[in-house]
């Protein structure tokens, strides 16, 4: 059941609210899957990296009392799920595509600093591009490209095209070393894991890139980057 309304965030929400507190809170960590709490720095973020994981086991003992409701409730679906932790799937069309990926892009776009921030010039150089490769994008895409300015508006499925294809060829000139590596880290981690049989190969080897991706977010970008 958990596996069919992953890819509806408002349904899972309201599945893993009646099972913890909210989906925001300090000690809530990734959709019930961290022990370590969060930290504040503008918003709610999780540096730890290394953090052990809750288990069905200790997740129906109530080990970590700070993330169930104070009433002590249990919700029937306890009972349905048969691995709380483990059946929970965090989908990476919310958590990357209009998640990480696009807030990446966001701060790179429209972000209040210069030294981040894209220039205008560079902003109508990747919105040309953009639309200069739409005639070549084959038809079984279903949304084509659009200017950079139309981030705000993009839907999942651009982004996934924009993240899986496009980035590589569009940023490079406009970005430095260091940042257009920090970017491929995560291409190549969701190329990885999006891809079945590569996935099974290569699945510790996109973790370790999604960890560097993750530490060298803080360094470029600030600490309320940081995300895992």
């Not at 200790?58 to 483990?86: A, M």
């Not at 990926?101 to 010039?121: C, E, H, P, V, W």
């Not at 999006?194 to 560097?212: G, H, I, P, Q, T």
Request: charged letters at 25%.
């Amino acid at each position: 059941m958990l596996l069919h309304c992953s890819h509806y965030s408002n349904a899972k929400t309201q599945l893993t609210n009646a099972l913890v507190k909210n989906n925001v809170g300090l000690w809530v960590g990734n959709a019930i899957r961290s022990n370590a709490p969060g930290r504040t720095a503008g918003r709610v973020t999780y540096p730890e990296l290394d953090a052990p994981l809750r288990t069905d086991s200790s997740f129906h003992q109530r080990l970590q009392p700070e993330q169930h409701n104070n009433d002590k409730r249990r919700s029937i679906i306890e009972n349905i799920i048969p691995d709380i932790v483990g059946d929970v799937c965090l989908d990476y069309m919310h958590v990357v595509c209009i998640g990480e990926y696009k807030k990446l892009l966001n701060r790179r776009a429209f972000g209040k600093f210069d030294n981040i921030r894209f220039s205008r010039t560079n902003i109508t150089a990747i919105s040309n591009y953009r639309i200069g490769i739409c005639m070549y994008i084959p038809s079984n895409f279903v949304r084509k490209t659009r200017p950079l300015e139309e981030l705000p508006r993009s839907k999942a499925t651009e982004l996934r095209l924009y993240l899986l294809y496009i980035c590589p060829a569009a940023y490079r000139p406009f970005l430095s070393r260091k940042r257009f590596q920090h970017l491929m880290l995560l291409h190549v981690a969701i190329k990885i894991l999006v891809n079945k049989d590569r996935c099974r190969e290569f699945a510790s080897y996109a973790d370790s890139l999604l960890r560097l991706f993750v530490k060298t977010s803080v360094e470029l970008y600030g600490f309320p980057f940081y995300f895992f």
